[in-house]
C-alpha cells in the first residue's frame, strides 16, 4: 500500500462523498427552516437526468449543472406547493415527489438512454489534475469544489446573515415568526428551492461524473443516504461534512472489498454495508439525548397560522 | 366616552377606533368597538376570556384585518396591513403567549423583532443602553430556554422599546409573573407613560387596573361595554360590567368534614422531560376525603409534569411515592391508576384530554372504556359509550349536536364542560385538574366549579392545579405553591396571606414562607 | 379575489370519499393533455391505461393477480399510517417474506400439500414481521426515524435476495441464471378457478380488508392506532402505550407485506430470481393513501393502480409508451389525493382581495 494506493482512496472517497454531501448540505437548509423533504432521491434524479439531457443538448457540462439545478429546484416546488399552500403531509409528499421523480426521470430519459457525454473532470492543466501526487487536490470535477465551497458558506449563511437568522426562527417557531411579521412560507418556498437545487446538483454528478451517461434509478438510493446524514450530523453544518465523509469511506470500502476478492465474505455484504452501518449510525446519534436538542422544533409539521 | 378630564381633552388621540367588527365562523369577536387612546395615557382593555380583547389588538397590531371600522393614528385613517406596518407607526405589542425562539439566544430573538438591519454590535449597545434606562437586566448571550417567565418578558419588553414605540400593547402581561415581578413591571410602564408613550394594557385582573391605569374600556361579548375611570369605580362595579351580573356564588355544603386520607405523595422524584422540561424534586402533600386541594404557581415550574406523574402518564418507578386509598400505585400505567380510582384532568383540552377529530362517544371511550366496561373482549361497545356521552352532555349542560358531534366542534367552555363531566360521572375517589377553567366563560367556569365542590362533597378527594390564585382562594380548603419542580408545605386557605404565597410562587422559602406549615 | 381557507368544523364526509375518485379523474384528464403535448395520442393512452383492462374481460384475472398483493401490503400500511408509524420498506419486507417462504419450501424439498403451503404462508408472514421489527426495535430503544431504517432495511434485503439465489438457493439446473428452482407440486397456492392464473391469495386480497375494516373500527386496538396517530399525548392520557403501538404497526404492516411476497411467491412465479422486488411494496404507499387509509378504500384502490399496471403494459404495445408511464400517473395520483386532502377540513372560499395600502404615509 503505498502513497499511489493512497491517492487513489482519497479521490474514489471525495467522489463517493460529494453527491450525499451536496443532497445533505440543501436538505439541512430545509429542514432548519422546519420543512421535512423525504423527496431528496426523486430530486437528484430529476437533477441527474436535466443535467444530462442539457449536457447533451448544449454540449456545456457547466450549463448542465445549472440544468439539473434547475431542475431540481422545479421538482422540489411541486411538493412546496402541496405542502405550503395544501398543508400536505409532509412525510406523504415527499414520498410522492420521490416515486414522482424516479418516473419522470425514466420518462424524460428514454431519448438519452445509451448516449454519452465526456465527463465533467477537473478543469486545471493536466501539469495539476494528472499529476500523480498534486491530482489529489487538484484532480477533481468543480462539482466536487463546488460542494466543499458550499459547506462553509452555507454555514455563514445559517449562523451569521440575518436572512440566515430568519430561516432558523421559522423553523424554530413558526407562528412566532409569523406574528413578528416574517413571512414564513416564503422563507421555506425559498429553503425547499434551495435543497431541491442542491439535490440536483447532487444528482447530475451521478450522470456527468461518475458515470458520464444516464441510467434508470442512477442514484441508488443515495438519496435516503443524505437524509440520514442530516439527522447524524445533528443539523450542524461541521458534523454534515465529517459524516459525509464517513458514509464517503463506507461506500468505497464496499468497492475496494469487491475488487480486492475478500471472498470469505459474498459481495453482498460490502454492498450492504453502507445501509446497515447507516442504521447502525443512527442508532448511536438518535439514543443520545442531546442530538434531537439541535432539531428545529417546528420540522415536518403544518404550519397552520390563526388569522 | 364620558369621563375625560378637560387637560386630556386639549389632547388629540393617539389612536382612534370606529366601529370595529370582526366576525369568525360561529362567533362575533368584535361588534362595532369605538375607544380612543391618549399620549401618554395607561389605558385598560378589560374583560373576560373570550371577550375580544386579543383580537381587537391583533387587528390595531396589524395581524388581523377588521370585517369594518376604522382605525385612525394621530387622526389618520390608516390600515395596518401587517406587524411590521404597525411597528412603522410607532406601535409595539408584547404578546400574552411570547413570540420567542427557545433555543436562540437573546440577542437573536431580539434582532429578529427589529426591522432596520443593525449590526450585531451596535443593537447589543442599544439594548444594553435601554435595559439599563429602564432597570430591565437581561445576559444578552443566554439562550432563551434558560430563562426564567419573567426574564422571557423583559425581552418582549425590550424588543418593543427599542422600537421607540408611541403606543405599547401588552397582552395579559401579569398572568404569568409573581406579584413581585408585577410591581417591577408597573413601575417601568409608569416611568414609559410619563415620557409620553400610550400603553394599551390588557387584563382580566381589577386590582391591577384599578392600581396601573388611567382609563378602562370594558368589552363583554365582544361589544364595548363601557369606557370608564378605574380610580373612581369600584372593583365590584368594574366586575359586575365586564361580568354581567351573571356571577354565581359557588355553594358550598355547610360544616363540611373531611374524611380518611385518599391520595398521599411521598418524595415524589422525576427527572426532567426533554431540554425545557421541569424535574420534579421531592414533591409531598396529602389530600382527605371531601378536600379540595390547591397548587398555585407560576406557569412551567413544573405543573405539568406534576399531572402527568399523577396520572401515570409518567411513571414515578417508585411504588411508595403515589397512594390511594391507602394502595401504591407510584408504579402503576394510567389505566392502572384509573382502575383504582384515580382520574385526571390535563390542562390542554384539545390533543391531550380529547382527540379534537374524534366524536364525544370515542371521547368518552378513551378514559372511560374500562372503568365504565366499554370493552368485552377486546371489542368496543359503542352504544354504551354513545349512552355515557349523551348521559354527560345532559347532567353538565355542554351545548353539543350530541354523542356524535366531534370534540373540535365544541367551544372552549364547553368542550372543559365535557371532560371534567367524562372524568367525574365515572366517581373518582381522587380527582386531578389543571386549569379546569382556563380560556372557559364565567357561566362555564361556575358549572365547573360547583362539579369540583359537589364530587367532594360525596367524598372524593381533589387537586385543583391553577395559576389563578383568585380560583384557588376561593375553591380550596388547602394550598401549597409550586416552584421550580418542588412543592411548598400546605397551609389552610383560611390562614394564608396573599403575600407569603407570592413569596413562594416567586421561589423565596425564607421567613416569610416558614411559618406557613 | 383571492383564495380564502375556511376550516371545518366537522370534516367532510363527502369530500373525503370524492376526492380519490376525482384524484384519479384529474390524473387522467392531465395524461390526456400531456401526452397529447409530447406527440403521444393522449385519449387513446389514457383509455388504454385506465379503462382497457376493465373492458377487456379476459384481463381481469391480470388485474385481480396484480391488485392482490398491493392490497394486502397496502391494509398493513394503512393501520402503520393511521398511527403516524411510517414504515416504507414494505419492497424488503416482501421480499424476506416470499425468501422465508421459499426457505420453508427448499427445506421440505420434494414433500408437498397443503400443510407445507400453509407453513411457507406463515413463515413468510413470520419473515416479513421480522424484518419490520427490527425499525420497531431501534425506534422504541433507540428513537431510530423508522421512515430512514425501514428504507435502508430494503437495501440489505435486496442484498439478502441476491446472495441466496445466486449462491446457495442456486437453481442447479437453470443455466446458471441467479434463480430459485421452480416449487414443486403441491408447494404451489391453488387457483381458485382451473385454467385460471386467479390463486387463492386474491381470495385472501378480498377477505383481509373486511376484516381489518371490522378491526379498526370496532376493537380496542383499532381505537388505539387511530387515537395514537390522532392525538399522541392524548393517547398517553387514554393509558394507550405509544412504544407498543408502534410494534403493533410495524409488525402488522411487515407481516402483510411478508404475506403479499409468499403468495407471490407461492401463487404466481413459483420461484424467485433477481426481478422478484416489482415495486408493489412502494406501490402499496400509494394504495393506502388513494383509499384514505379505509380497508375498504384500500380495496378500491388497490384494484384502480392494478388497472394501471396492466394498462400500462398495454399501452406499451398500442401507443408505444415507455413502461415508467405507470408510475408517473400512480405518482400524480398520490399528489393529487395528497393535495385535495385539504378540502376535507377546510372548505375554499373565494373572498375580495384586500386593499393593499400601506400603513401611516
Known sequence: MGADFIIAAIITVVGLTTPILLAGIGELVVEKSGVLNLGVEGMMLTGAISGFAVTVITGNPWAGVIGAAIGGALASLLFAVLVLQLNSNQVATGLALTIFGTGLSSLLGLSFTGRIVAPFLSVFPASLSADPILKVIFGYSPIVYFALLMVPLTAWFLKSTRAGLILRAVGENDLSAHSIGYSVRRVRYAAIAFGGAMAGIGGCYFSLVITPMWAEKMTAGRGWIALALVVFAGWRMGRLLAGAYFFGILMALELYAKASGFSFLPSQFWAAMPYIMTVVALSFISSRGTAGANAPACLGKPFLPST | MTSLSPMEESLSPRLELSGITKRFPGVLANDHVSFSVLPGEIHALLGENGAGKSTL?????????????????????????????????????????????????????????????????DLEARIVAVMSQYGLMLEPHRIVSTLSVGERQRIEIVRALLLNPNLLIMDEPTSVLTPQEVEQLFVVLRQLAKEGC?????????????????????????????????????????????????????????????????????????????????????????????????????????QNALLLALSGEVSAHDHH???????????????????????????????????????????????????????????????????????????????????????????????????????????????????????????????????????????????????????????????????????????????????????????????GAAHAH | ?????????????????????????????????????????????????????????????????????????????????????????????????????????????????????????????????????????????????????????????????????????????????????????????????????????????????????????????????????????????????????????????GGMAGLAGSMEFAGVLHKIDLGFPSGYGFTAIIVSFLGRLNPIGCLIAGIVLAVTYVGGQMAQTTVHIPNSTAGIFQAMMLFFILASDILVRYRIRLVPSAPQLVAGE
Open chain 2, 57 to 121: 389588538v391583533k387587528m390595531i397590531y396589524g395581524i388581523m384585518q377588521p370585517d369594518s371600522g376604522e382605525i385612525r393614528w394621530n387622526g389618520e385613517r390608516i390600515i395596518v396591513v401587517n406587524p411590521k406596518a404597525a411597528r412603522k407607526l410607532g406601535i409595539g405589542m408584547v404578546f400574552q403567549h411570547f413570540s420567542l425562539f427557545e433555543a436562540m439566544t437573546v440577542l437573536e430573538n431580539i434582532a429578529l423583532g427589529m426591522d432596520a438591519k443593525i449590526p450585531a454590535r
Open chain 2, 321 to 511: 411515592a403515589i397512594t390511594v386509598g391507602g394502595a401504591e400505585v407510584g408504579h402503576m400505567s394510567a389505566k392502572a391508576r384509573r382502575m383504582m380510582g384515580m382520574a385526571t384532568v390535563p390542562e390542554e383540552r384539545n390533543g391531550h384530554a380529547a382527540v379534537p377529530d374524534f366524536s364525544l362517544s370515542d371521547n368518552a371511550i378513551l378514559t372511560g372504556r374500562d372503568r365504565l366496561g366499554m370493552v368485552r373482549g377486546g371489542m368496543i361497545d359503542a352504544a354504551a359509550a354513545w349512552t355515557y356521552a349523551g348521559e354527560v352532555i345532559e347532567a353538565f349542560a355542554v351545548k353539543a349536536t350530541g354523542p356524535g358531534a366531534f370534540a373540535e366542534s365544541l367551544s372552549g367552555g364547553n368542550l372543559q364542560k365535557y371532560i371534567m363531566g367524562r372524568e367525574i360521572m365515572q366517581k373518582p375517589d381522587v380527582l386531578v385538574v389543571s386549569q379546569p377553567t382556563w380560556g372557559v366563560d364565567a357561566g362555564a367556569a361556575a358549572a365547573i366549579h360547583q362539579a369540583l365542590v359537589d364530587l367532594a362533597a360525596q367524598g372524593s378527594a381533589i387537586v385543583v392545579i391553577s395559576q389563578d390564585l383568585d380560583e384557588l382562594l376561593s375553591l380550596c380548603d388547602t394550598l401549597a405553591v409550586i416552584n421550580e419542580g418542588r412543592l411548598s408545605p400546605s397551609m389552610k386557605v383560611a390562614d394564608a396571606r396573599i403575600e407569603e404565597i407570592g413569596l413562594l410562587m416567586g421561589g423565596i422559602h425564607g421567613e
Open chain 2, 198 to 302: 400610550s400603553i394599551l394594557y390588557i387584563s382580566h385582573k381589577l386590582h391591577e387596573i384599578k392600581a396601573l391605569c388611567d382609563t378602562a374600556t370594558i368589552l363583554r361579548g365582544g361589544k364595548l361595554v363601557d369606557t370608564c375611570d378605574p380610580s373612581v369605580e369600584t372593583s365590584r362595579s368594574m366586575a359586575e360590567k365586564m361580568i354581567g351580573g351573571n356571577l354565581k356564588d359557588i355553594q358550598r355544603g355547610a360544616g363540611r368534614t373531611f374524611g380518611e386520607q385518599k391520595l398521599v405523595v411521598k418524595a415524589l422524584n422525576v427527572p426532567k422531560d426533554g431540554p425545557f422540561g421541569t424535574a420534579l424534586k421531592g414533591i409531598g402533600f396529602s389530600v382527605k376525603a371531601g378536600e379540595i386541594f390547591g397548587i398555585a404557581g407560576v406557569a412551567g415550574n413544573g
Open chain 3, 1 to 253: 379575489m383571492r383564495i380564502k381557507l375556511e376550516k371545518r368544523r366537522e370534516p367532510s364526509m363527502l369530500m373525503l370519499v370524492a376526492t380519490p375518485v376525482a384524484s384519479v379523474l384529474v390524473t387522467m384528464l392531465i395524461g390526456i393533455v400531456v401526452f397529447d403535448l409530447i406527440g403521444i395520442k393522449g385519449f387513446r393512452a389514457v383509455v388504454d391505461i385506465f379503462l382497457s383492462p376493465l373492458l377487456a374481460s379476459y384481463k381481469w384475472q391480470d388485474v385481480a393477480v396484480k391488485a392482490a398483493p398491493l392490497v394486502i401490503i397496502a391494509l398493513g400500511l394503512a393501520v402503520g399510517n393511521r398511527a403516524q408509524v411510517w414504515n416504507i420498506g414494505a419492497e424488503g419486507q416482501y421480499v424476506i417474506g416470499a425468501l422465508c417462504a421459499a426457505g420453508v419450501a427448499i427445506g421440505f424439498g420434494t414433500i408437498g400439500g397443503p400443510v407445507v403451503v400453509v407453513l411457507m404462508v406463515a413463515a413468510g408472514i413470520l419473515g416479513g414481521a421480522a424484518w419490520a421489527a427490527i425499525p420497531a426495535w431501534l425506534r422504541t430503544r433507540f428513537s431510530v426515524n423508522e421512515i430512514l431504517s425501514s428504507l435502508m432495511l430494503t437495501y440489505v434485503a435486496l442484498q439478502v435476495l441476491s446472495y441466496l439465489v445466486g449462491g446457495p438457493w442456486k437453481d442447479p439446473n437453470g443455466r446458471n441464471f441467479p434463480a430459485s428452482a421452480p416449487l414443486g407440486d403441491g408447494q404451489t397456492l391453488p387457483v381458485l378457478f382451473a385454467g385460471s392464473t386467479v390463486h387463492l391469495g386474491v381470495a385472501v386480497a378480498i377477505v383481509l380488508p373486511f376484516v381489518f375494516w371490522y378491526l379498526m373500527k370496532r376493537s380496542v386496538f383499532g381505537f388505539q392506532v387511530r387515537v395514537v396517530g390522532s392525538a399522541p399525548n392524548a393517547a398517553r392520557h387514554g393509558g394507550f402505550d405509544g412504544k407498543q403501538t408502534i410494534w403493533l404497526a410495524l409488525i402488522i404492516s
